[in-house]
């Protein structure tokens, strides 16, 4: 047989996916299979938004600007400029989900052998595209003892070297459910002007901060017109996931005319996905505000009934809607395969992702998993009870 990539075989396998085989298994044995594992949030999609493809009435669906529909991109800088962020025509880009924003990102500003720093716990699929693009992932530790705040300054300028080309942060994050200060941001601008490096902010979950806090978007932070790129998305934001559309944000216009020969290449985003978002755009003003009381009031059913479970810790996220727990077992992920294949409480189980899988370090976070708080607060408190009993079984096993 002829030989496969190196690439091919570095992948890693999604950490969020492979134990789908076991909770398939377990839902053919008749187990409610309490799905806490995946991103995919329950909350409906803006009403305009669905109605907008309902209304969709051509008689051909074309391929769009390869930048996007001009009318979305005027309706993403109107949003910006709601966040006090004013952008010219040209410094943002309609892309196909975040995913695509993060790989025309690595496309344009890194070359095979270079290096991009990452703190971690990361979203596990930056190590994806990393080695999609040939780049390595340097990562920075955030620990769960602090609430995975940003590592010092001093630690994450100590792994700058010839290669390192960018620092990427997920604010707020996926899977820590950290939030970044305007303080933190600041410091590393002072560090990525002094070592000239890109900042890569991945802001998808921007919306979603909670207890008074104030997201400060990286293009928010003065002097790093040339340095910062943002990766944006509808998915989460909307709960558009399906609907595959995202945004490249940068002022510096090299880097953006870099991403629009990658973007020419794939010839177009999601023409009814694009149609699909420009609806979102005129979703109520009041959205945002009941999605957002709704992840809070999850956020404190599931951390408060984790909390609840002895030997379990986890900090209160302060965005994003995840939350990673260290639970007292010595391999998480041997625990998750047993919950779904050899146990069940009134006949339902938990599925959640072992976070070792989000360290690129290997070997750590073998005792945390990360839960998505995308389901009604009464499936979380069932999620909590059956967790618990899962927990004692565990340990009581023969
Ligand atoms: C941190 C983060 N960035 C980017 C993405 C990609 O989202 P999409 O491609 O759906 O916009 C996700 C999806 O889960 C995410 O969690």
Known sequence: MPQLSHRGHRLPESPIRKLVPYAEAAVARGIEVIKLNIGQPDIQSPKPSIEAVRRFDEPLVEYTHSAGLAE?????????????????????????????????????????????????????????????????????????????????????????????RAIVVCNPGNPTGSLYSRQELEQLRDLALRKDLFILADEVYREFVYDGARHTSILDIEGLDQHAIVVDSVSKRYSLCGVRIGMLVSRNAAVMQAALKFAQARLSPPSLGQIASLGALEADADYFTQVLNEYRHRRDILVDGLLSIPGIRCPRPKGAFYAVAELPVPDAEDFARWMLSEFEYDGATVMFAPNQGFYSTPGLGKSEIRLAYVLEGPKLKQAVEVLRHGLQSYAQRG
């Open 72 to 164: 979305l991109r005027k309706g993403f800088r109107d949003y910006y400029l709601g966040l006090r962020i004013e952008l010219k025509e040209h410094e943002l880009m309609v892309t196909s989900g975040g995913s695509e924003a993060i790989q025309f990102a690595f496309g344009a500003i890194a070359d095979p052998g270079d290096e991009v720093i990452v703190p971690e716990p990361l979203y596990a699929n930056y190590i994806s595209f990393a080695i999609q693009a040939g780049l390595e992932v340097v990562p920075v530790t955030s620990h769960l003892s602090n609430g995975f705040a940003l590592p010092s300054i001093e630690t994450i300028e100590a792994l700058v070297g010839p290669k390192t």
